[in-house]
C-alpha cells in the first residue's frame, strides 16, 4: 500500500525572543509557490475539503491549534491530526481530502502550486474514485 500521509518537518529557528519557521520554495516545501490561503473562525461541527484536484500540489501547516485530515486515494483512506506549526501535509497527486474536528482556534493555512482554478476541482466522490481507479 502506497502511502498517503507526507509529512514535512519544519527547522525551528529562533532565540530567547521566540520561535521562527522559514517556508522557502523549492527547498523546504517541493514546488513553487503560486498561491496562500488560511482557513479560520470555523465554526464547531463544521467540516471542510470534500474534494480533490487533478494537479494541484499542496501543502497544509496547522498554526494554531488543531485539525483532523483524512487523505483518500480512491481505494485507501488515512488519518492524520495536525497540530503543530512546525508540522506541513504535504498533498500531491490525485487525492480526496477532508478537514474535520477544527479546533475553536484553529488557523489552518495552505500553500499552494497554482492559482485557483475551478477546472482543477472534482467535487463529487463517486466521479473522483472512478477517476482514481481509471489511472
Not at 500500500?1 to 527547498?27: V, Y
Not at 523546504?28 to 471542510?48: A, H, L, M, W
Not at 491530526?81 to 501535509?89: E, F, H, R, T, Y
Request: proline fraction near 1%; include cysteine.
Amino acid at each position: 500500500m502506497q502511502q498517503l500521509i507526507n509529512l514535512i518537518d519544519f527547522t525551528i529557528m529562533g532565540d530567547d525572543r521566540g520561535s521562527l519557521i522559514a517556508i522557502e520554495a523549492n527547498k523546504n516545501i517541493p514546488f513553487e509557490v503560486k498561491r496562500v490561503y488560511y482557513i479560520f473562525d470555523t465554526q464547531s461541527g463544521v467540516s471542510r475539503g470534500f474534494h480533490a484536484h487533478y494537479n494541484l500540489e499542496q501543502l497544509a501547516i496547522c498554526l494554531k491549534g488543531s485539525v483532523t485530515f483524512i487523505i483518500d486515494d480512491g481505494t485507501n483512506k488515512e488519518q492524520v491530526v495536525l497540530d503543530s506549526p512546525n508540522v506541513g501535509l504535504h498533498i500531491k497527486g490525485l487525492k480526496w481530502r477532508e478537514m474535520h474536528d477544527f479546533s475553536e482556534d484553529c488557523i489552518l493555512m495552505v500553500i499552494a502550486s497554482d492559482l485557483y482554478d475551478e477546472a482543477d476541482y472534482i467535487r463529487d466522490y463517486d466521479e473522483f474514485v472512478k477517476i482514481a481507479e481509471a489511472q
